[in-house]
């Protein structure tokens, strides 16, 4: 299996940590005074990191990968020494990942006599730990872009009539990135809607209020592939479709901001400019924020 991982240079590094709050996945921490990454599990090689680092310390490398191994892990992370270690083992209890971590504890005891430091005490540090969800950043509590939460009814009022007489404001065909060809007829000079998946069944008048008038290209920049493609049908978008302006639709938890990033790279790599619009959709179905980026 090739996997795209994050690769940090140490001897470029300067601990300035511009690039920690721009991994959505929390899988990025300044630890001794260098950024470490601390969860391979967690990163999704999207690179939003890439661009914020002023040293070029960081570089997204692929390469063959066997099946997640913990305790192999564990045993490249000993080395770098206890606070790394401890980070690390923190990322997995927030994340809810205790097979894995019964799996390093285990590691740990059963070799404590040849590493350097207090394995117990590395042990009960992250026992101590607290798992508190943060709506925020799923560097702490859990990803809140994948934590059940439940809904109280609501006594809603649709128009009469059957659902299939409501029309669709989609103007073009196919929508997904992976799909759209950036050379089609429909594209050209036309205000580009580029949405998350989540968000059209998060947001009940999407097609009435915020896809009329415009083409549209969906994406999930959490669990799709391939993002370099993504990236290049977006300058190809801007460069030869020519397109007027972008809306960027995201849902509020964390990792969606990742498509904001790659069309944020685009736009920075383009030969023209273009407007950038951010909207924010709450996991309820409001807007959260909408702003010109």
Known sequence: ???????????????????VPNCHEGALQIIDGKARLISELMCDGLGACLGHCPEGAISIEKREADEYDE???????????????????????????????????????????????????????VHASKTEASSGSCASGGCPGSQPVSFKPQNLVY???????????LRQWPVQMHL?????ASFKGSDLLVAADCVAFSLGAFHQKYLQGKTLAIACPKLDQGKEIYLEKLIRLINEARVNTITVM?????CCGGLLQLVQMATARANRKVPVKEMVVGIRGEILDEKWV
């Open 180 to 184: 759209i060809n950036p050379a089609a």
């Open 250 to 254: 995201i849902m509020e938890v964390p």
């Open 159 to 169: 128009p009469p009539g059957d659902a299939a007489e409501i029309p669709s404001a």
């Open 71 to 125: 305790v192999v892990v564990v045993r490249q992370m000993v080395p770098k020494g206890k606070n790394v270690l401890v980070a690390h083992l923190k990322h997995l209890k927030e994340h809810g990942e205790h097979g894995f971590l019964k799996q390093a504890v285990g590691y740990l005891k059963q070799h404590a006599g040849e590493i350097d430091f207090d394995v117990n005490a590395v042990i009960a540090e």
């Open 1 to 19: 299996m090739i996997r795209e991982i994050v690769n940090i240079d140490e001897d470029k590094c300067t601990g300035c940590g511009v690039c």
